[in-house]
Protein backbone atom coordinates (compact mmCIF):
# COMPACT_ATOMS: atom_id res chain seq x y z
CA UNK A 1 0.00 0.00 0.00
CA UNK A 2 1.47 3.55 -1.26
CA UNK A 3 1.47 6.58 0.91
CA UNK A 4 -2.49 7.56 1.36
CA UNK A 5 -3.80 10.69 -0.57
CA UNK A 6 -3.52 12.56 2.97
CA UNK A 7 0.21 12.13 3.74
CA UNK A 8 1.12 12.91 0.40
CA UNK A 9 -0.53 16.00 0.71
CA UNK A 10 -0.59 17.59 4.30
CA UNK A 11 2.39 19.77 6.08
CA UNK A 12 4.67 18.00 7.58
CA UNK A 13 4.43 18.86 11.44
CA UNK A 14 6.58 17.53 14.76
CA UNK A 15 6.46 17.63 18.10
CA UNK A 16 8.00 17.21 21.10
CA UNK A 17 6.59 15.67 24.71
CA UNK A 18 7.02 18.23 27.99
CA UNK A 19 6.39 17.98 31.34
CA UNK A 20 2.73 17.76 31.45
CA UNK A 21 2.40 18.93 27.78
CA UNK A 22 2.90 18.90 24.44
CA UNK A 23 4.52 21.47 21.98
CA UNK A 24 4.05 21.04 18.06
CA UNK A 25 5.43 23.00 15.82
CA UNK A 26 4.88 23.41 11.64
CA UNK A 27 7.15 25.54 8.81
CA UNK A 28 6.96 28.71 10.81
CA UNK A 29 4.99 28.57 13.64
CA UNK A 30 5.08 26.41 17.54
CA UNK A 31 2.66 25.78 20.33
CA UNK A 32 2.88 24.41 23.52
CA UNK A 33 -0.66 23.23 25.84
CA UNK A 34 -0.02 22.08 29.12
CA UNK A 35 -2.53 20.98 31.55
CA UNK A 36 -2.20 22.78 34.67
CA UNK A 37 -2.61 21.24 38.41
CA UNK A 38 -6.59 22.96 38.53
CA UNK A 39 -7.26 21.14 34.98
CA UNK A 40 -7.18 24.12 32.69
CA UNK A 41 -5.34 23.96 29.73
CA UNK A 42 -2.76 27.14 29.08
CA UNK A 43 -0.80 27.82 25.76
CA UNK A 44 2.37 28.74 24.51
CA UNK A 45 3.24 30.52 21.30
CA UNK A 46 7.11 30.86 19.86
CA UNK A 47 7.52 31.37 16.13
CA UNK A 48 10.31 30.21 14.12
CA UNK A 49 12.72 33.04 13.79
CA UNK A 50 15.51 31.92 11.13
CA UNK A 51 18.30 33.76 8.74
CA UNK A 52 18.25 33.66 5.05
CA UNK A 53 21.14 31.61 5.60
CA UNK A 54 19.95 28.80 7.73
CA UNK A 55 17.16 28.80 5.54
CA UNK A 56 19.12 27.48 2.90
CA UNK A 57 21.23 25.28 4.64
CA UNK A 58 18.19 23.20 5.75
CA UNK A 59 17.48 22.53 2.09
CA UNK A 60 20.95 21.58 1.91
CA UNK A 61 21.28 17.77 2.28
CA UNK A 62 23.52 16.09 5.27
CA UNK A 63 23.68 19.84 6.53
CA UNK A 64 20.12 20.40 6.63
CA UNK A 65 19.83 17.77 9.17
CA UNK A 66 22.57 19.09 12.34
CA UNK A 67 20.34 22.69 11.46
CA UNK A 68 17.40 21.02 11.88
CA UNK A 69 18.76 19.40 15.23
CA UNK A 70 20.48 22.97 16.73
CA UNK A 71 17.63 24.87 15.76
CA UNK A 72 14.96 22.54 16.98
CA UNK A 73 17.29 22.06 20.48
CA UNK A 74 17.47 25.54 21.00
CA UNK A 75 13.48 26.14 19.79
CA UNK A 76 12.80 23.09 22.29
CA UNK A 77 14.22 24.53 25.38
CA UNK A 78 12.15 27.33 25.42
CA UNK A 79 8.67 25.21 25.31
CA UNK A 80 10.40 22.81 27.78
CA UNK A 81 11.21 25.62 30.37
CA UNK A 82 7.30 26.94 29.95
CA UNK A 83 5.91 23.47 31.02
CA UNK A 84 8.23 22.92 33.77
CA UNK A 85 7.98 26.50 35.40
CA UNK A 86 4.30 26.60 34.56
CA UNK A 87 2.15 23.38 35.09
CA UNK A 88 2.31 23.40 38.80
CA UNK A 89 1.73 27.31 39.60
CA UNK A 90 -1.35 28.14 40.58
CA UNK A 91 -3.29 30.16 37.94
CA UNK A 92 -5.31 32.79 39.51
CA UNK A 93 -1.90 33.83 41.30
CA UNK A 94 0.14 36.37 39.03
CA UNK A 95 3.51 35.42 38.07
CA UNK A 96 5.93 37.67 38.54
CA UNK A 97 9.69 37.51 36.35
CA UNK A 98 12.38 39.95 35.67
CA UNK A 99 12.50 40.12 32.28
CA UNK A 100 15.64 39.59 30.58
CA UNK A 101 17.76 40.89 27.99
CA UNK A 102 16.75 39.34 24.60
CA UNK A 103 20.68 38.55 23.70
CA UNK A 104 21.01 37.47 27.39
CA UNK A 105 18.03 35.02 26.96
CA UNK A 106 19.56 33.58 23.83
CA UNK A 107 22.88 33.39 25.10
CA UNK A 108 21.49 31.69 27.86
CA UNK A 109 19.62 29.20 25.94
CA UNK A 110 22.35 28.34 23.58
CA UNK A 111 25.26 27.64 26.24
CA UNK A 112 22.68 25.07 28.07
CA UNK A 113 22.06 23.62 24.89
CA UNK A 114 25.52 23.24 23.80
CA UNK A 115 26.83 21.86 26.93
CA UNK A 116 24.17 19.27 27.38
CA UNK A 117 24.62 18.52 23.52
CA UNK A 118 28.40 17.80 24.56
CA UNK A 119 27.71 16.40 27.22
CA UNK A 120 25.39 13.69 25.90
CA UNK A 121 27.85 13.21 23.07
CA UNK A 122 31.05 12.43 25.52
CA UNK A 123 28.69 9.45 27.61
CA UNK A 124 27.57 8.39 24.76
CA UNK A 125 30.23 8.64 21.75
CA UNK A 126 33.84 8.57 23.72
CA UNK A 127 32.82 5.89 26.57
CA UNK A 128 31.60 3.20 24.48
CA UNK A 129 35.63 3.58 22.96
CA UNK A 130 37.14 3.45 26.14
CA UNK A 131 35.02 0.37 27.09
CA UNK A 132 35.66 -1.07 23.90
CA UNK A 133 39.76 -0.60 24.51
CA UNK A 134 39.51 -2.37 27.76
CA UNK A 135 39.00 -5.69 25.60
CA UNK A 136 42.14 -4.73 23.06
CA UNK A 137 43.75 -7.75 24.08
CA UNK A 138 41.11 -10.36 23.70
CA UNK A 139 39.28 -8.24 20.30
CA UNK A 140 42.37 -6.45 18.66
CA UNK A 141 41.19 -6.19 15.17
CA UNK A 142 39.30 -3.10 13.77
CA UNK A 143 35.85 -4.98 13.29
CA UNK A 144 35.91 -6.46 16.58
CA UNK A 145 36.80 -3.37 18.22
CA UNK A 146 33.75 -0.87 16.33
CA UNK A 147 31.45 -4.00 17.01
CA UNK A 148 31.64 -3.75 20.77
CA UNK A 149 31.94 0.24 21.14
CA UNK A 150 28.12 0.07 19.13
CA UNK A 151 27.30 -3.16 21.72
CA UNK A 152 28.51 -0.78 24.47
CA UNK A 153 26.69 2.70 23.03
CA UNK A 154 23.76 0.51 22.63
CA UNK A 155 23.77 -0.91 25.99
CA UNK A 156 24.05 2.87 27.52
CA UNK A 157 21.40 4.10 25.61
CA UNK A 158 18.69 1.32 26.81
CA UNK A 159 19.97 1.30 30.06
CA UNK A 160 20.05 5.37 30.87
CA UNK A 161 16.50 5.07 29.03
CA UNK A 162 14.80 2.30 30.86
CA UNK A 163 17.06 3.92 34.29
CA UNK A 164 14.91 7.53 33.48
CA UNK A 165 11.76 5.75 32.55
CA UNK A 166 11.33 4.40 36.37
CA UNK A 167 10.77 7.68 37.48
CA UNK A 168 7.02 9.20 37.96
CA UNK A 169 7.52 12.38 36.32
CA UNK A 170 9.59 11.27 33.64
CA UNK A 171 6.89 7.69 32.64
CA UNK A 172 4.21 11.18 32.53
CA UNK A 173 6.51 12.38 29.53
CA UNK A 174 6.42 9.69 27.84
CA UNK A 175 2.98 9.29 28.07
CA UNK A 176 2.82 12.27 26.29
CA UNK A 177 5.25 11.43 23.75
CA UNK A 178 2.60 8.88 22.83
CA UNK A 179 -0.26 11.53 22.87
CA UNK A 180 2.04 13.71 20.27
CA UNK A 181 2.34 9.98 17.97
CA UNK A 182 -1.13 9.26 18.12
CA UNK A 183 -1.94 13.01 17.25
CA UNK A 184 0.37 13.28 14.48
CA UNK A 185 -0.88 9.73 13.07
CA UNK A 186 -4.26 10.42 12.86
CA UNK A 187 -4.12 13.61 11.27
CA UNK A 188 -2.10 11.83 8.60
CA UNK A 189 -4.18 9.57 8.19
CA UNK A 190 -7.30 11.97 7.82
CA UNK A 191 -9.06 10.57 10.64
CA UNK A 192 -10.77 13.41 12.53
CA UNK A 193 -9.13 14.67 16.01
CA UNK A 194 -11.34 13.21 18.57
CA UNK A 195 -10.08 11.64 21.75
CA UNK A 196 -11.72 8.31 20.88
CA UNK A 197 -9.70 8.66 17.15
CA UNK A 198 -6.53 9.73 18.41
CA UNK A 199 -6.82 6.79 21.11
CA UNK A 200 -6.91 4.14 18.31
CA UNK A 201 -4.17 5.81 16.72
CA UNK A 202 -0.49 3.99 17.00
CA UNK A 203 1.83 5.68 19.85
CA UNK A 204 4.81 4.88 17.22
CA UNK A 205 6.16 6.96 14.48
CA UNK A 206 9.09 6.75 11.96
CA UNK A 207 9.91 10.31 12.16
CA UNK A 208 10.88 10.28 15.72
CA UNK A 209 13.60 11.62 17.46
CA UNK A 210 13.88 8.04 19.42
CA UNK A 211 14.14 6.96 15.95
CA UNK A 212 16.77 9.26 15.26
CA UNK A 213 19.00 8.36 18.26
CA UNK A 214 18.80 4.88 17.43
CA UNK A 215 20.27 5.68 13.60
CA UNK A 216 23.52 7.56 14.99
CA UNK A 217 24.18 5.02 16.50
CA UNK A 218 23.80 2.05 13.15
CA UNK A 219 25.12 5.04 11.18
CA UNK A 220 27.86 5.98 13.23
CA UNK A 221 29.26 2.26 13.06
CA UNK A 222 29.06 1.99 9.37
CA UNK A 223 30.94 5.13 8.87
CA UNK A 224 33.41 4.45 11.20
CA UNK A 225 34.64 1.17 9.61
CA UNK A 226 35.80 4.11 6.40
CA UNK A 227 38.49 5.68 9.00
CA UNK A 228 41.88 4.61 11.22
CA UNK A 229 40.98 3.31 14.74
CA UNK A 230 44.47 2.78 15.71
CA UNK A 231 46.23 4.26 18.10
CA UNK A 232 43.34 5.33 20.40
CA UNK A 233 43.82 8.93 20.62
CA UNK A 234 43.57 9.16 16.72
CA UNK A 235 40.04 6.65 17.45
CA UNK A 236 39.07 9.67 19.69
CA UNK A 237 39.77 12.51 17.31
CA UNK A 238 37.72 10.61 14.43
CA UNK A 239 34.75 9.87 16.63
CA UNK A 240 34.77 13.99 17.82
CA UNK A 241 35.43 15.11 14.52
CA UNK A 242 32.96 12.75 12.86
CA UNK A 243 29.48 13.91 14.88
CA UNK A 244 28.36 16.09 12.39
CA UNK A 245 28.91 13.73 9.78
CA UNK A 246 27.01 10.89 11.55
CA UNK A 247 23.87 13.48 12.47
CA UNK A 248 23.75 14.58 9.09
CA UNK A 249 23.75 10.99 7.01
CA UNK A 250 20.84 9.92 10.15
CA UNK A 251 19.08 12.65 9.32
CA UNK A 252 18.88 11.42 5.90
CA UNK A 253 18.10 8.20 6.65
CA UNK A 254 15.20 9.02 9.39
CA UNK A 255 13.71 11.05 6.15
CA UNK A 256 14.43 7.81 4.24
CA UNK A 257 12.35 5.39 5.96
CA UNK A 258 9.29 7.95 7.03
CA UNK A 259 9.24 7.82 2.94
CA UNK A 260 8.82 4.12 3.03
CA UNK A 261 6.78 3.35 5.73
CA UNK A 262 3.86 2.26 3.54
CA UNK A 263 5.91 0.37 1.07
CA UNK A 264 5.57 -3.33 1.77
CA UNK A 265 8.57 -4.83 2.61
CA UNK A 266 10.76 -1.74 2.27
CA UNK A 267 8.69 -0.61 5.70
CA UNK A 268 10.88 -3.08 7.55
CA UNK A 269 13.88 -0.53 7.53
CA UNK A 270 12.26 1.67 10.11
CA UNK A 271 11.32 -0.50 12.68
CA UNK A 272 14.60 -0.44 14.60
CA UNK A 273 13.29 3.40 15.43
CA UNK A 274 9.94 1.87 15.82
CA UNK A 275 11.16 -0.94 18.68
CA UNK A 276 13.26 1.81 20.67
CA UNK A 277 9.94 4.03 20.84
CA UNK A 278 8.45 1.41 22.71
CA UNK A 279 10.24 2.28 25.76
CA UNK A 280 10.50 6.20 24.83
CA UNK A 281 6.53 6.46 24.33
CA UNK A 282 3.57 4.76 26.86
CA UNK A 283 0.31 4.52 26.29
CA UNK A 284 -1.56 8.29 27.42
CA UNK A 285 -4.91 8.80 28.95
CA UNK A 286 -8.05 10.18 27.59
CA UNK A 287 -6.41 13.94 29.57
CA UNK A 288 -3.42 13.85 27.91
CA UNK A 289 -4.94 12.96 24.31
CA UNK A 290 -6.88 16.12 24.94
CA UNK A 291 -3.80 17.72 25.94
CA UNK A 292 -2.37 17.25 22.93
CA UNK A 293 -5.43 17.63 20.35
CA UNK A 294 -5.19 21.09 21.91
CA UNK A 295 -1.97 21.98 21.32
CA UNK A 296 -2.12 20.58 17.58
CA UNK A 297 -5.50 22.56 16.76
CA UNK A 298 -3.84 25.74 18.32
CA UNK A 299 -1.42 25.44 15.84
CA UNK A 300 -2.91 24.77 12.82
CA UNK A 301 -5.20 27.48 13.70
CA UNK A 302 -2.74 30.41 14.07
CA UNK A 303 -0.98 28.65 11.37
CA UNK A 304 -4.07 30.04 9.29
CA UNK A 305 -5.11 33.57 11.03
CA UNK A 306 -1.47 34.89 11.66
CA UNK A 307 -0.77 35.53 15.28
CA UNK A 308 1.27 38.07 17.62
CA UNK A 309 3.81 36.46 20.21
CA UNK A 310 1.75 35.05 23.12
CA UNK A 311 2.28 33.47 26.66
CA UNK A 312 0.64 31.71 28.75
CA UNK A 313 -2.81 31.69 27.46
CA UNK A 314 -5.76 29.71 29.15
CA UNK A 315 -8.44 27.53 28.25
CA UNK A 316 -10.54 26.79 31.11
CA UNK A 317 -10.88 23.21 32.55
CA UNK A 318 -14.94 23.65 31.61
CA UNK A 319 -14.04 24.50 28.04
CA UNK A 320 -11.14 22.10 27.50
CA UNK A 321 -14.57 19.27 27.63
CA UNK A 322 -16.76 20.86 25.41
CA UNK A 323 -16.58 18.63 21.95
CA UNK A 324 -16.56 21.69 20.23
CA UNK A 325 -12.94 22.70 22.09
CA UNK A 326 -11.81 19.55 20.23
CA UNK A 327 -12.54 19.74 16.84
CA UNK A 328 -10.06 19.82 14.44
CA UNK A 329 -9.01 22.77 12.11
CA UNK A 330 -10.36 22.59 8.83
Known sequence: MMATKQQQSCPVYGGQALVEGVMFGGAKDTVTAIRRTDGSIHYFYAKKQSSPTVQTLKKVPFVRGVVALAESAVLGSKHLNYSSDRYDVDPNEPIVEEEPSKLAMVLGVAAVTILSFFFGKFVFTLIPVFLAELFQTWAPSKTAQIL???????????????????????????????????VINAYEAGDELTVDNVKKASRLHYRCGSSFIL?????????????????????????????????????????????????????????????????TT???????????????????????????????VPITYDEALEPSALEPSK
Request: no cysteine.
Open 148 to 182: LETFFKLSLLLGYIALVSMTPLIKRVFQYHGAEHK
Open 282 to 312: KEPDERQIEVAIHSFNKLREYEQVGVQAFDD
Open 215 to 279: FTVIVGMFIYFLVPTDPLWLRVVNRILLIPVVLGVSFEVLQFTNKLRDIPVLKYVGYPGLWLQLL
